[in-house]
């Protein structure tokens, strides 16, 4: 079987957890980045013992199967020295079991980054061993020097929880908010502490996330994830007109979150507020319509989904707008986060009317603006908000 039939293959295995659009969607971005910098994936021990190993092992080898090559670290979180070299050779013996490809490392070797770089541009997943705290790299430093896209936490727990649910985004700026940071584990504690370290220095672009090996897979291909992300707040800067925006980068934003193409005029109004996360990557445009504010555009980058911007930048919103209206297509995916976040919401012809803090004269006139609206995007179809 060549290359893209195997890709095909795995693809059509990835259905069970997420949509085939989104399996694709992440696939090609993952493969887009250089091979050292797609994930560095920090186990617990735990999680190297049956059956949680051969869930892991087995979620490695789809990834091996698509070209991808997480670098894998074992004792990150200052084990004891000989445990970590048992539980590294286990981990690699599981490895050569499913004929994936690897090499181990000690992070006190010479010359570790770039042999890391070389192993997994030839498509072997690095497996790589901390034994030596005082030499070599730990697992901050692995972080700053490798800039990997996303840094995973593989634990039994597989996330934070609150009340006995799940956590999906945790804001490690605003833990004060976090009612049960009390009951945290130690290991939890670990984690947000060497979090907060590296993600004060590393890229932006970074996410960070505690996940089990049960939902590996679901974590890395879905946009609604299956950990716990940990994160600071996005950086959301408000304008009051077009004049300080990047426009040329703000519409392809626009237009990539959407898969659609403005139309030509779309900027020629001018907007009562624009909020911008600080690498465009998310964003709200409010416009007047019907003499009220009324949110035209409302987004987030694909790429972006799932790292919690979005609430960022609602919060901005309502903080500086206390009313506005929007409108939805009846069937978009995002309906049911709004039905959340409104005050009202009426259904009129193909369109749902959403709204927050309109006095009750004000929204039958909301209601009527919103539904006969033009549209803002070219060859409209179900998509356009």
């Known amino acids: 079987m060549d290359n893209k039939s195997i890709r095909k293959t795995v693809l059509h295995s990835l259905r069970a957890i997420s949509s085939t659009r989104e399996s694709a969607f992440y696939t090609n971005l993952f493969q887009q980045q250089d091979a050292a910098r797609f994930a560095l994936v920090v186990i617990d021990n735990r999680c190297l013992k ?10 490695l080898k789809i990834l091996s199967e698509l070209g991808l090559t997480p670098i894998l670290v074992v004792g990150g979180m200052g084990d004891d020295l000989t445990n970590v070299r048992f539980q590294s050779a286990r981990l690699c013996k599981a490895l050569e079991k499913l ?3 690897s090499t181990k490392l000690n992070c006190a070797s010479y010359d570790l980054l770039p042999d890391i770089k070389k192993i997994a541009a030839k498509g072997r997943i690095p497996v790589l061993e901390i034994t030596e705290a005082a030499r070599g790299e730990n697992l901050q430093s692995l972080c700053m020097k490798l800039k990997p896209g996303k840094v995973i936490f593989v634990q039994p727990s597989g996330g934070i929880r609150e009340a006995g649910r799940r956590r999906a985004v945790i804001n490690i700026d605003k833990l004060e908010t976090y009612p049960d940071a009390s009951n945290l584990s130690v290991e939890q504690k670990q984690i947000i502490e060497i979090v907060t370290q590296i993600s004060a220095k590393q890229s932006k672009n970074c996410t960070y996330v505690i996940v089990s090996p049960l939902n590996f897979l679901s974590e890395l291909f879905t946009v609604k994830g299956a950990g716990t992300m940990l994160r600071r707040g996005a950086r959301i800067t408000a304008y009051s007109s077009y004049d300080d925006v990047k426009l040329g980068r703000l519409k392809t934003s626009i237009e990539t979150a959407f898969d659609r193409e403005l139309v030509d005029n779309y900027f020629a109004k001018a907007p009562l507020s624009v909020f911008l996360e600080e690498n465009y990557r998310g964003g709200a445009i409010l416009t007047q319509m019907a003499g009220l504010p009324y949110l035209s555009k409302f ?3 694909h790429e972006a989904q799932g790292e919690g911007i979005a609430r960022d930048i609602w919060q901005v919103l309502v903080d500086a707008k206390e009313a506005f209206f929007w409108r939805t297509r009846k069937d ?5 986060w709004y039905m959340k976040m409104c005050d009202g919401m009426q259904v009129s012809g193909d369109w749902r009317v959403f709204w927050i803090g309109l006095q009750a004269p004000e929204i039958p006139s909301a209601i009527n603006a919103a539904a006969s609206a033009t549209i803002d995007f070219k060859n409209n179809n179900n998509k356009a908000q």
């Open 332 to 336: 978009n995916p995002f309906n049911d």
């Open 50 to 59: 049956n059956p949680l190993l051969d869930v892991l092992v087995s979620d």
């Open 99 to 101: 004929s994936i490809n």
């Open 299 to 301: 987004w987030v980058t």
